[in-house]
């Protein structure tokens, strides 16, 4: 029998329309206007031609890694959030733009979090672990293996836990929950959850140092060989799309923190009706619906964003 990769209201770290006030809303929706503006020009500047297909393949892999829960103590699950690998990556900028491309169609095609609440996603999910994990990744670049992958998996935990933070705060300042309440038990369950991002960042790493050893830090493709690592990563995305059905059925954590103090009934309906729950409609078999929706979901994010940035670099040029 097939599990779910999402419970029905798919918080894990999504936060939906209801549980913000329309004035935290409104904050971090035009904070999350001003960092990915800047994003977005830092980039037009910094990144090659060559580089265009590499931002995509890395939002399908985050998109379809995003799918795969994994269970953590305490009946709870947790998946990767990704910023901090895809700063580590592509750069901060890259990673803030490849982070916002995949919350906006989660939100906008699979209805993953709230439209309103959809800046204070961007920042909880992208610009917050893009800034953290890269800041720290570059400190411990230069250090011996053992120790830079130390480092790594350190930098990819305390993202998580930073979002959880954020998250916890921008719940206190709605009215929805006391902080003193919601702040130890989002940091405790995502301290659980951490360890499972800095494991996966760590190996993504180790295996893109592998085959890749010049993707570091700010991502150079050039010479031979890069079109086979766009389809070798769009590969990889959908093998993982295809284990989807069998992610952890379990709550996620914002879920099951929402459930235990009881504002969990404070999500709204999205606005807009999509790919709900990441299935396709009119297919009786959930695992079959499941990786179809997961499939076209990386094939638009990759879309998203190679269109995106192949837009900027060609206006940067003529300009």
């Given amino acids: 029998m097939f599990a779910s990769p999402r419970s029905p209201l798919m918080l894990a770290m999504h936060i939906p329309d209801g549980f913000l006030s329309l004035g935290v809303a409104l904050v971090f929706w035009a904070l999350a206007m001003v960092i990915v503006s800047i994003a977005t020009r830092r980039t037009q500047q910094d990144l090659a031609d060559r580089q265009i297909p590499l931002m995509g393949v890395m939002a399908a892999f985050i998109f379809a890694a995003q799918m ?25 900028w890259g990673g803030i733009l490849v982070m916002t491309a995949v919350i906006a169609v989660q939100a906008l095609l699979f209805q993953d979090g709230g439209l309103l609440a959809m800046g204070a996603n961007i920042i909880n999910m992208g610009v917050v672990p893009a800034l953290i994990g890269y800041g720290l990744y570059r400190s411990v670049a230069a250090a011996p293996p053992k120790l830079r992958a130390v480092g790594i998996g350190a930098a ?32 405790g369950v995502h301290a659980l959850i951490g360890v499972g991002e800095a494991l996966i960042t760590v190996a993504a790493l180790a295996a893109i140092a592998r085959i890749r050893p010049d993707l570091s830090g700010v991502a150079a493709v050039r010479g031979r060989g890069s079109r086979a690592w766009v389809w070798g990563g769009m590969l990889m995305s959908l093998g993982v799309v295809l284990l989807s ?20 009934g404070n999500e709204q309906d999205a606005a807009l009706h999509g790919l709900s729950g990441y299935t396709l409609p009119y297919f009786s078999n959930s695992g079959v619906a499941t990786i179809g929706a997961g499939i076209i979901g990386i094939v638009v994010v990759a879309a998203v964003v190679s269109a995106f940035v192949f837009v900027l670099r060609r206006r940067y040029r003529t300009a």
Avoid: C, I
């Fill in 245 to 264: 059905p069998w992610a952890s059925s379990h709550p996620d954590g914002l879920e099951r923190v929402a459930a235990d103090l009881g504002f969990l």
């Fill in 68 to 92: 795969l829960n994994f269970p953590v103590a305490g009946g709870t699950s947790g998946h990767l959030l990704g910023g901090a690998l895809a700063a580590m990556v592509l750069g901060p």
């Fill in 156 to 187: 990819a935990w305390l993202s998580v836990e930073a979002a959880a933070l954020l998250a916890s705060l921008q719940l206190w300042l709605s009215g929805t929950v006391a902080l003193a309440v919601v702040l130890p038990a989002m940091l």
